[in-house]
């Protein structure tokens, strides 16, 4: 991230527009279960409220100093923070009740490992479980935020096809001002051979 956005994400006013605002449209008609992945937690905006939503929470970050960071405040009690990378997740099948991804998607450096992500987060997903994601729709305002930063949207109407490629069910776009919100499940049955194609994603990467 370049030093506007490490600035942006770190206030004060994007934690509370996070936790007051955004979060709790992002989980509406949702269930997260029992254990949480949060993927690029960055500075924590979500990590807070998302503990006192669900008994565990693991906490994903690619950034080494945002990862330590964040481990210094939440580590401990129902929340863990690992640095990793989203595109080859660290976890064993059907390890988690449902995932979170907010603003960041675009950060991965290109579609196509914006689909191995989807597919790693199906893997790692419980059989049913909901994957959420808030992204920024492409535009010149955002394209000037991210200057000397990675932005590859994501485009609303390619949800559908790419998730369901990665294994989802049931997959919708909504929309407000600025954003959107993609809600998908994880089918019920993955078949052995898309585990398969995952796996083999894995070892190339």
């Keep these: 991230m370049n030093r506007f ?8 006013f994007w934690r509370y ?31 807070g409220e998302l503990r006192q939503r669900a008994t565990r929470v693991t906490s994903l970050e690619y950034d080494h100093s945002f990862a330590a960071k964040l481990s210094a405040r939440v580590n401990g009690g129902n929340a863990a923070v690992i640095q990793g990378d989203a595109a080859t997740l660290p976890f064993v099948n059907a390890t ?21 992500a ?9 059989p049913g479980g909901v994957f959420l994601a808030f992204e920024l729709q492409d535009g010149w305002l955002h394209r000037v935020g991210h200057i000397r930063s990675t932005f590859v949207p994501v ?12 294994g989802f069910s ?12 993609i809600r998908a499940l994880r089918a019920r049955n993955l078949s052995a051979s898309h585990l398969r194609r995952v796996d083999a994603a894995q070892t190339r990467a």
Excluded: N
Excluded at 155 to 166: C, D, E, G, H, I
């Design 96 to 116: 988690f009740s449902s995932a979170i991804a907010i603003l960041m998607l675009h950060h991965l450096r290109s579609k196509e490992l914006q689909d191995r």
């Design 170 to 181: 049931k997959v919708t776009v909504d929309f407000r001002r600025g954003g959107f919100r």
């Design 155 to 166: 485009t609303p109407a390619s949800a559908f096809a790419r998730l369901t490629t990665a």
């Design 17 to 47: 527009v996070t936790r007051r605002q955004l979060l709790p449209w992002i989980l509406e008609g949702s269930q997260l279960g029992e254990h949480v992945l949060e993927l690029g937690a960055g500075l924590g905006a979500a990590t």
């Design 118 to 126: 989807f597919a790693e987060i199906g893997r790692v997903l419980r």
């Design 5 to 12: 956005e490490t600035w942006f994400c770190g206030s004060p």
